[in-house]
T-cell receptor, first 114, second 111 residues
Framework: DAGVTQSPTHLIKTRGQHVTLRCSPI?????VSWYQQVLGQGPQFIFQ???????GRGNFPDRFSARQFPNYSSELNVNALLLGDSALYLC?????????????FGQGTRLTVV | GENVEQHPSTLSVQEGDSAVIKCTYS??????FPWYKQELGKRPQLIID?????GEKKDQRIAVTLNKTAKHFSLHITETQPEDSAVYFC??????????FGRGTSLIVHP
């Protein structure tokens, strides 16, 4: 049984560019959340989607957006990349739409902005 | 906003010793308190969690205690082993329903 899968695993982009990160949740999970993890810190919540609707949003600028597809996979988009966007981006899936339940993380996408 | 303080940032113990990591949170509406383990280069994985209607939960060598009055919860690992070496994160979800993670504790278990 496959866990949460993310693509790509690594990515290098130039300042000002746009990036799209992808996530496939565990089969049967309808909720996907996105986190940013800067080196040496804990994951920081960006978005949660449940049944294709945004359920929660963290303190991130409008350059960050996301969506969820009918098959419950999700994309995270970041526009006008800044050097400070360099981080590990984690996707997590869970069974329900509430955030007080176990989250299963993917292996992450390491984004480097140069 | 909601925040959580996690201490210590680094914890070095000898194999067989106990390790305790403590987190203090800000939101009294919090009702879910998970702990995650992240090995180097790997994904965070849930190791234990507790809900606000319970004061303590144990799973083999791992236990979590919750003090809602004082707004803190702690992870206890007994009989530590080298494979316990990792970064541990506490987290909570408060009234805003935004999961908040601590900065992490790097646990080093020396053989």
């Amino acid at each position: 049984d496959a866990g949460v899968t993310q693509s790509p695993t690594h990515l290098i982009k130039t300042r000002g560019q746009h990036v799209t990160l992808r996530c496939s949740p565990i089969s049967g999970h309808k909720s996907v959340s996105w986190y940013q993890q800067v080196l040496g810190q804990g994951p920081q919540f960006i978005f949660q989607y449940y049944e294709k609707e945004e359920r929660g949003r963290g303190n991130f600028p409008d350059r960050f957006s996301a969506r969820q597809f009918p098959n419950y996979s999700s994309e995270l988009n970041v526009n006008a990349l800044l050097l400070g966007d360099s981080a590990l981006y984690l996707c997590a899936s869970s069974l329900t739409g509430t955030l007080n339940t176990e989250a299963f993380f993917g292996q992450g996408t390491r984004l480097t902005v140069v | 906003g909601e925040n959580v303080e996690q201490h210590p940032s680094t914890l070095s113990v000898q194999e067989g010793d106990s390790a305790v990591i403590k987190c203090t949170y800000s939101d009294s509406a919090s009702n879910y308190f998970p702990w995650y383990k992240q090995e180097l280069g790997k994904r965070p994985q849930l190791i234990i969690d507790i809900r606000s209607n319970v004061g303590e939960k144990k799973d083999q060598r791992i236990a979590v205690t919750l003090n809602k009055t004082a707004k803190h919860f702690s992870l206890h690992i007994t009989e530590t082993q080298p494979e316990d070496s990792a970064v541990y994160f506490c987290a909570f979800t408060g009234g805003s329903y935004i999961p908040t993670f601590g900065r992490g504790t790097s646990l080093i278990v020396h053989p």
